[in-house]
């Protein structure tokens, strides 16, 4: 439903400050409207009447730009839901009822405790299923005790990027809007537009892989509140999942041995880092399981763990490294750890074991192809662990089967996307395989 609603500030009404009030001026009727007073006063000239939001040069005397345009989107949405309740309530006066009821921190949800002469709970719900963000929230805690807090940061993420997508073409989302025309646009704001932080630096643009995550759970959420008939049947069939092959390494045994010698007795604090991510590359275990292991997990000589992310019991049998690690680790307790401060000094141990080779990736963006290079000790993370397992199982010629059963992965297909291995290396593969089968000789036939 589209509402008659826009924000306004001219320079016509000037204080005796400089600045201008913005209004969200509310048309409901032909002849008839009126204005809302958001409280937010800037001077004129910084006020877009096209894209009508506040310009980013506003001076920071008057405030911050992006919270201001944040809080009138937020604004906007409260008008909006006033008008809901009117119409489906049925009053007359929707002029009157909007400019009464309005105010900046009025919350739609306690709609229900006025006089039901007003309106009704009814309404109240209506105005709750129209709202895509509230879906979403309702969404997100109905997960929580069933997905891992990194399949929760993903749907959370999801929500962020709306309403940055939002703030960027000043216009409110609701399902309705959901097609393909948003679709096409919404993936092009998060390819050249999207401005999103790592490691306090500003970046531009996301990585094709990390749209498509974000495509693929929306998908999931939008056929979630149709399942349960909250809102209705939207057609997804163009809303494609985008994929390419992510800038990901392992490492092999010989680096992990370096990894696992390497002197760091100038470096005491970074042993834990170390043992840790060599445990993962002997186990195939998530950060998330590797990390939070207890000492009661290990039996017989086997780890019994259930992963985080799939609720799914794996039962690993340890390398003697492996054990010697897992026995040492737990002399004293393990203190929490954090995936950005384990990236960050796992790294740091890459580098001084000497894995530093050149390493070379390139990623889309739009149709332009980027290429970046960096030691390869740079591109080590905490994944890279897991990775290095099944490349490395995969490698040495252990069934995948058998690999999926210790790693988890429920999947081939998932499976394949951990292996990485050089043309060379699998060309290599293949040589072994022939000898092994003396197919490397042609036979002449008698």
């Known amino acids: 439903m589209l509402f008659p609603i826009k924000p306004i500030c001219s320079a016509k009404k000037t204080l005796r400050d400089g600045t201008s009030t913005i209004f969200l001026q509310y048309c409901f009727s032909a002849s008839n409207r009126t204005l809302l007073n958001t409280g937010i006063r800037i001077p004129a000239n910084y006020w877009s009447l096209k894209q009508r939001c506040i310009s980013n040069k506003l001076p920071q005397a008057y405030g911050n730009s992006q919270r201001l345009n944040e809080e009138l989107i937020r604004l906007t949405r409260i008008a909006e839901d006033l008008v809901t309740v009117a119409i489906n309530n049925q009053i007359s006066d929707k002029g009157s009822f909007v400019k009464k009821s309005f105010r900046s921190d009025f919350n739609v949800s306690t709609l229900n405790s006025v006089k039901a002469n007003t309106f009704t709970f009814n309404a109240v719900e209506q105005v709750k299923k129209q709202d895509i963000y509230f879906q979403l929230d309702d969404y997100i805690k109905s997960k929580e005790m069933k997905v891992s807090k990194a399949t929760l940061c993903v749907y959370k993420n999801i929500k962020a990027h709306l309403l940055a997508f939002e703030k960027y073409r000043c216009k409110k989302i609701t399902f309705d809007d959901l097609d393909f025309s948003f679709y096409e646009a919404f993936v092009s704001y998060l390819i050249f537009h999207h401005i999103h932080n790592r490691r306090k630096t500003e970046f531009v643009g996301l990585k094709l892989n990390t749209i ?25 069939s163009d809303f494609k999942i985008t994929e390419e092959e992510s800038d990901a390494i392992y490492l092999t045994h010989q680096e992990i041995a370096d990894i696992y010698h390497t002197d760091l007795t100038a470096y005491p604090y970074l042993v834990e880092y170390r043992d840790l991510f060599v445990l993962g590359c002997l186990t195939g275990l998530r950060f998330s399981d590797f990390s939070t292991l207890q000492s009661e997990d290990l039996k017989r000589d086997m780890l019994y763990k259930k992963q985080t992310k799939s609720d799914h019991w794996v039962v690993i049998p340890l390398r003697e490294e492996a054990k010697l690690i897992f026995t040492r680790q737990f002399k004293d307790k393990l203190k929490c750890l954090t995936n950005p401060e384990f990236n960050r000094h796992i790294k740091t141990i890459g580098k001084l074991a000497g894995i530093d080779q050149l390493v070379r990736f390139s990623y889309k963006k739009g149709n332009k192809s980027i290429e970046v290079a960096k030691p390869k000790y740079e591109w080590i993370t905490s994944h890279t662990a897991r990775r290095s397992f099944c490349t490395n199982e995969f490698i040495d010629s252990t069934p995948v089967e058998l690999i999926m059963k210790i790693s988890g992965h429920k999947t081939t297909k998932d499976f394949y996307r951990y292996i990485r291995i050089t043309p060379e290396e699998a060309a290599n593969k293949i040589k072994q395989l022939w000898q092994s089968r003396n197919d490397m000789k042609l036979i002449k036939a008698i």
Do not use: M, N, S
């Not at 498509?212 to 057609?235: E, M, S, Y």
């Open 212 to 236: 498509g995550k974000t495509i693929k759970h929306l998908r999931v959420f939008i056929k979630d509140r149709v399942k349960r008939k909250i809102i209705p049947a939207i057609d997804l």
